[in-house]
């Protein structure tokens, strides 16, 4: 029984292993077949050795996988949607888009792209309530260096002083503009557990990796044109108070 | 490490020793990988300085005038990259626990609800 349950889990390790990596293993295959073991089954001899370099192919996978998506962030923009989806479905799903894989956009450095607009009363709900000229923290966002301008498609709620527009869950023509400002570590959080009387206790030090983003437009949603304030005279303004102060 | 489109990182400054074999990976990452990180960021000025008999040492200075030391003894030319990287990455802040994540000069839009708001 035991050598049947341990057929099986090789035969369920070869076939995931395949699945993910044909490639390597029709290649290795043929090394495979010299090493001569005593099993008589013709099976068990490919999937005992793949079993025993499963670690070494997740690993040198691994690897190949960061090389795959460091070539992805270098070249052009077509490639990258078709390799970026592929990775993506792999990764974890992002709950933004960025604006552009591939090159990244360094907008603020011309003088000419004013991006950071006077405040504008109107904001919007991403994960965070935010407004024009805020910053937020967030995890640590891949693809995206310093200076890059961001597009966050998943907007919740638009409000303004005057409208307020609600998604179900989501606005599809909302967009929120924001500037990466800085990938830095959190303080170190000292992760400490113990288990009295019973001789368990353990230190472990953590530090989180944050992106500071900068909010510079929303857009979806009508704002209100600014009020020109004419400033009265200043002379007008110095001689009142003396008026009072002498009346 | 822009605040608002302005660079906040001044300048590198990269310490090591020619003898000691803590500066191995620092010294081997100075003829890989300092090239390709003085062509990427443009604005930063880098100097290497020799101090024989200490242990190597990356220094960033910022706008705001603060320093920031990174030992990089016994580290491999990739970590000292890293390290560099995270020191070109990050404002000249102190590195203090956040109170929020979200930081706002205008918290309300639409007028603060108060009980005596009526909708």
């Known amino acids: 029984m035991a050598s049947l349950r341990c057929l099986r889990e090789l035969s369920r390790r070869a076939t995931t292993a395949l699945s993910i990596n044909q490639t390597r293993l029709i290649s290795s295959l043929p090394s495979l077949e010299p090493r001569g073991t005593s099993i008589t089954h013709a099976t068990p001899t490919p999937n005992r050795s793949l079993s025993r370099d499963l670690p070494w192919y997740t690993r040198s996978q691994g690897r190949h996988f960061s090389s795959k998506t460091n070539d992805t962030d270098e070249s052009s923009d077509g490639e990258d949607d078709d390799n970026d989806e592929d990775s993506a479905e792999m990764e974890v799903e992002r709950e933004y888009s960025p604006a552009e894989i591939g090159y990244k956009v360094m907008g603020p450095l011309k003088p000419s792209e004013r991006l950071f607009k006077p405040y504008e009363p109107v904001f919007a709900v991403v994960q965070f309530k935010v407004s024009n000229g805020d910053s937020i923290f967030t995890e640590k966002l891949k693809f995206c260096d310093i200076n890059d301008k961001l597009v966050l498609t998943k907007v919740l709620l638009l409000g303004s002083a005057s409208q307020t527009i609600i998604g179900r869950p989501i606005l599809p023509e909302a967009t929120v503009h924001a500037v990466v400002e800085e990938h830095a570590l959190d303080e170190k959080v000292l992760i400490f557990k113990k288990k009295r009387r019973k001789n368990y206790r353990r230190t472990t030090g953590h530090r989180q990796e944050l992106t500071k983003l900068r909010i510079t437009d929303i857009q979806g949603i009508e704002k209100p044109e600014p009020k020109i304030v004419h400033k009265p005279p200043k002379a007008a303004d110095t001689e009142q108070p003396e008026a009072e102060l002498v009346g | ?119």
């Not at chain 2, 930063?44 to 200490?54: D, H, N």
């Not at chain 2, 706008?63 to 020191?87: F, G, I, S, W």
Request: proline share 4%; aromatic share 8%; hydrophobic share 35%.
């Open chain 2, 1 to 119: 490490m822009a605040l608002r489109g302005a660079w906040q990182f001044q300048k590198l400054v990269v310490s090591y020793c020619n003898w000691g074999g803590s500066s191995r990976g620092i010294r081997a990452f100075m003829e890989s990988e300092l090239p390709a990180l003085i062509e990427k960021n443009p604005q930063l000025e880098v100097a290497t300085e020799l101090s024989r008999g200490q242990h190597p040492y990356l220094k960033g200075i910022y706008r705001n005038r603060n320093e920031r030391v990174v030992c990089v003894k016994n580290m491999d030319p990739e970590q000292v990259l890293l390290n560099a990287t995270r020191l070109r990455n990050s404002l000249g802040r102190k590195v203090v626990k956040l109170r929020t994540r979200h930081v706002t000069k205008h918290p309300s839009v639409q007028g603060t609800w108060t009980t005596a708001v009526k909708f």
